[in-house]
Antibody, heavy 122, light 107 residues
Framework: QVTLRESGPALVKPTQTLTLTCTFSGFSLSTSGMCVSWIRQPPGKALEWLTLIDWDDDKYYSTSLKTRLTISKDTSKNQVVLTMTNMDPVDTATYHC??????????????WGQGTMVTVSS | SYELTQPLSVSVALGQTARITCGGNNIGSKSVHWYQQKPGQAPVLVIYRDANRPSGIPERFSGSNSGNTATLTISRAQAGDEADYYCQVWDSSTAVVFGGGTKLTVL
């Protein structure tokens, strides 16, 4: 069974750096075709993709946010870490991690974590 | 950058067929994926690669993609189908793109 779980602070102050961890099980990020993304959703708004890391350690970033984002993986721990610098109240959102298995479902996100709500406020 | 356009809302009578569109420049040349999201829950993949259903998704859900429009079709709509629906593609210049989402109301 594939699962993903997000963890990190629920509250950060403006200008601070946010660090979120996605801990997953049921697959290996060293397996060809496997990817993990971060996707966020402000309250009442649409999904917004942030970044993706693949089995080969290739990384992709949202054009509008790439200067603020860093994604990394620790294959031995089954974890993917997102850092987002210079947080602002508009970054208040639920942050999800999600898996892509390119070998079976192309670029779709077939399994999602429940998400973690992050509020940016002083 | 590549953009996907969805109607803000779609209404369907109970038991009838709902169609949710996703517009994009030559979207027919891309693989389109669809997600269902109910309030307070994570999105769930309902259609991948234009027209394929993951295991556990009812046959009532189907998809098509041609030209500049992809369509998610929900047959025999049920009250439990009320949700937000998002389309998504991979674009060579933008990477992952989501549509703005469509709220489906079952009357």
């Amino acid at each position: 069974q594939v699962t993903l779980r997000e963890s990190g602070p629920a509250l950060v102050k403006p200008t601070q750096t946010l660090t979120l961890t996605c801990t997953f099980s049921g697959f290996s990020l060293s397996t060809s075709g496997m990817c993990v993304s971060w996707i966020r959703q402000p309250p009442g708004k649409a999904l917004e993709w942030l970044t993706l890391i693949d089995w080969d350690d290739d990384k992709y970033y949202s054009t509008s946010l790439k200067t603020r984002l860093t994604i990394s993986k620790d294959t031995s721990k089954n974890q993917v870490v997102l850092t987002m610098t210079n947080m602002d109240p508009v970054d208040t959102a639920t942050y999800h991690c999600a898996r892509t298995d390119r070998g079976t479902k192309g670029d779709a996100f077939d399994i999602w974590g429940q998400g973690t709500m992050v509020t940016v406020s002083s | 950058s590549y953009e996907l356009t969805q109607p803000l809302s779609v209404s369907v009578a109970l038991g009838q067929t709902a169609r949710i569109t996703c517009g994009g420049n030559n979207i027919g040349s891309k693989s389109v994926h669809w997600y269902q999201q109910k309030p307070g829950q994570a999105p769930v993949l309902v259609i991948y690669r234009d027209a394929n259903r993951p295991s556990g998704i009812p046959e009532r859900f189907s998809g098509s993609n041609s030209g500049n429009t992809a369509t998610l079709t929900i047959s025999r709509a049920q009250a439990g189908d009320e949700a937000d629906y998002y389309c998504q593609v991979w674009d060579s210049s933008t990477a992952v793109v989501f549509g703005g989402g469509t709220k489906l109301t079952v009357l």
